[in-house]
């Protein structure tokens, strides 16, 4: 539902010309009106000079594009390429706008509300997400000071601080760029301030996301945390092969207590991600400093083993895990009794767990229907990658409708709809090779299930190449960059230690 203000701000904003020249004698409390309108139009030029000419203290992406009176909907996920670029350019131009009619009010500019999706709904279809948003920020900001220096001085600029909060994302390409807009912050009319960062001290950084195109090993972490304190950090995630306990000496056993060690003084941890590291026998040693319990662990693909899992079940993180990533792990066969007591131990927190390509076949179902029973919170459950029949499936699904709480499942596609020569874990070349007719009357017989059991707000599906995630979306190109790296100094290795056999 639009008002009738909205429809009136739409067809102004329509016209672009008319707009730039009478900017001047629009009232300061239509200026979000019209930048919802502009955004939803795509109307790049009059976004640029709205933004350029913006009169108010706060410019709040997130809630410009929101639920407003006079226009219901939600706009915040269309990230949208054209319009973002055009927001940027005019702080830009705020900045070094000297016959603006407005003083300069503006102290805050807030990106952070910007969701990014899989789907854009805007017309051109191009996406700004957060790596971008950080590379055109960064070079707006360092451009910025650049012009600054070539233009006639002017006082009134200097005296311009703008804080810019935003989600900030970074990788090799862009690494460098960053550094130099913060490194020169200070002299900067833009103040790029991370979300978590809005005091630029590091003590106040909340969540640390270190991502797949980031080489980060044991020992730079150590070296990491010996030089900076987090005391207020709650969410920690490294990045993949961060640990490999297969080439340790002595010397990296010390890093690695280190590290627990330093982990112990992070009192409000509750989010840990180790996924893709290998800490076969290791794991206690990280996690038993901890002196709160976590909330969030992701140990997917770490090589676990019976010490490891028996571990997890008796520590005091098992009676607090709300979210459990385990996948990877043979769990059903290599230690299904300790497994399941963490599950026990879990049942009334947990309430996403995800188990993917964890070798449950059919004769594993009656144990992990016993094991999930008591995890009567459970909201979420991932199982992809799994060799299970159709009808373990529906043998699930007829006991996933007693979870009150459940509301989306992620499931295989079931073994049944495969060559019989298929071997689990499936290679991506093989995961699309199976009978797509079969597996669509499949999933229709698992979905009624649900119906009939008036389940509707359940959802289930089969992403069989995994969920959209933003951040690998936007750097594939990158990520695909890193892993041929990771690929040739594997062979390069391989290649030495063939020569020096020889």
């Not at 900067?188 to 270190?210: W, Y």
């Not at 144990?367 to 008591?374: D, K, R, S």
């Amino acid at each position: 539902m639009h008002s009738l203000r909205f429809l009136s701000a739409g067809a102004l904003v329509s016209n672009a010309e008319l707009i730039k020249g009478n900017l001047g004698s629009v009232a300061h409390n239509l200026f979000p009106l019209l930048f919802k309108a502009s955004y939803l139009q795509e109307q790049g030029e009059v976004l640029h000079d709205l933004v350029a000419n913006w009169p108010l203290k706060e410019l709040n992406i997130g809630k410009l594009l929101g639920k407003t009176i006079d226009h219901q909907e939600d706009i915040s996920s269309r990230a949208c390429s054209l319009c973002l670029t055009s927001c940027l350019t005019g702080l830009r131009d705020y900045v070094l706008n000297c016959s603006s009619p407005y003083a300069k009010r503006l102290k805050v500019v807030d990106l952070t509300g910007l969701k990014d999706v899989e789907v854009q709904l805007c017309n051109c279809r191009k996406t700004m997400g957060r790596w971008a948003r950080t590379e055109l920020l960064s070079k707006i900001c360092y451009d910025l000071l650049v012009e600054m220096q070539r233009l006639k001085f002017n006082p009134d600029v200097f005296e311009i601080s703008v804080d810019v909060l935003t989600d900030v994302f970074v990788t090799e390409r862009s690494y460098e760029l960053l550094v130099q807009a913060l490194l020169m912050r200070c002299h900067c009319p833009l103040k790029i301030r991370c979300a978590s960062f809005r005091l630029t001290d590091p003590s106040s950084l909340l969540k640390f996301e270190i991502v797949h195109n980031v080489r980060l090993e044991m020992e730079h972490l150590h070296m990491l945390f010996n030089n900076v304190h987090f005391p207020q950090l709650t969410s920690l995630t490294l990045p993949a092969r961060t640990f490999d306990v297969r080439r340790f000496t002595p010397e990296d056993e010390a890093i690695l207590v280190g590290i627990g060690e330093k982990l112990s003084q992070m009192t409000q941890l509750t989010e840990l991600s180790l996924a893709f590291s290998t800490l076969t026998g290791r794991i206690r040693k990280l996690l038993s400093p901890l002196k709160t319990p976590l909330k969030v662990l992701d140990v997917s693909n770490c090589s676990l083993n019976h010490v490891d899992m028996a571990y997890l079940a008796n520590s005091l993180h098992s009676g607090s895990l709300e979210v459990l990533d385990i996948s990877g792990h043979d769990v059903a066969d290599l230690y299904p009794s300790t497994f399941f007591k963490l599950l026990n131990r879990s049942s009334y927190t947990l309430k996403s767990l995800v188990l993917e390509e964890c070798n449950i076949q059919d004769t594993h179902i009656n144990m992990l229907i016993l094991g999930l029973v008591p995890c009567r919170k459970l909201e979420e459950l991932k199982f992809l990658g799994n060799p299970l029949s159709s009808r373990a499936l529906k043998c699930l699904f007829n006991i996933f409708i007693d979870f009150p709480r459940l509301r989306y499942i992620e499931f295989p596609v079931p073994r049944d709809c495969y060559a019989n020569d298929i071997s689990y874990p499936i290679g991506e070349a093989d995961l699309s090779k199976f009978d797509h007719q079969k597996y669509e009357r499949i999933a229709e017989e698992l979905n009624m299930i649900l119906l009939q059991a008036k389940r509707e707000d359940i959802k289930a599906s089969t992403p069989i190449f995994g969920g959209y995630d933003a951040a690998i979306q936007e750097t594939g190109n990158e990520l695909g960059a890193t892993l041929l790296k990771s690929f040739r100094d594997a062979l390069e290795s391989f290649n030495k230690a063939l020569q020096e056999m020889n």
